[in-house]
């Protein structure tokens, strides 16, 4: 097994809510893929949608809180883009490229996943089989991000890294995670 554990930092940390933190842990064990999220802290400045009683896979999840995380092949332009909602809903995505030619991933018809939501705790637990994407051993590079919407209307955005002048969860300099 190949666990990492993480801690995301906000973008700009200056807008950020300071008393909200952002952590968890991703590995790999032979073809299982296992992401935690942890948040936690000051939640009741934070949009937390309910529980669905039928989670979907919908799009623009980044548009409300969102947890994300995301998967490249090592050596390969192409990555997948992974959309958890607290709400249940999800939804992946394929690009052949840095933003270049984005789909749905037609090879996961469900993604289910665990949520448990506390006043001060919300916790988030997947575990993944990504044999239909991607083969044997592949080596694979990971980034670990969030969107996070506070109530007042701002977004504040949270990755492992941010290596350029913007938010940008694609960027490859931010798959810092080997699995």
Avoid at 9 to 35: C, L, M, Q, W, Y
Avoid at 63 to 85: A, K
Avoid at 129 to 155: C, E, F, H, Q, W
């Amino acid at each position: 097994m190949n666990e990492q554990r993480f801690a995301l930092e906000p973008f700009h940390a200056k807008n950020a809510v300071s008393d909200i933190n952002i952590t968890g842990s991703i590995s790999r064990s032979s073809n299982i893929i296992a992401v935690s999220f942890i948040m936690s802290g000051l939640l009741k400045e934070v949009v937390i949608p309910g529980l669905a009683e039928y989670p979907q896979r919908r799009n623009a999840l980044w548009e409300e809180t969102c947890l994300e995380f995301f998967l490249g092949q090592r050596g390969s332009d192409q990555y997948w883009e992974f959309n958890l909602s607290p709400a249940g809903h999800w939804n992946v995505y394929r690009f052949d490229a840095y933003r270049e030619g984005m789909q749905e991933e037609a090879a996961f018809h469900s993604l289910p996943f665990r949520v448990s939501n506390g006043p001060d705790t919300l916790l988030l637990d997947l575990e993944l089989d990504p044999g239909n994407i991607i083969t044997g051993d592949t080596g694979l590079d990971a980034a670990v991000s969030a969107v996070v919407k506070l109530k007042d209307g701002r977004m504040i955005y949270w990755a492992l890294t941010h290596p350029g002048p913007v938010p940008d969860f694609h960027h490859r300099d931010g798959f810092i995670i080997g699995l």
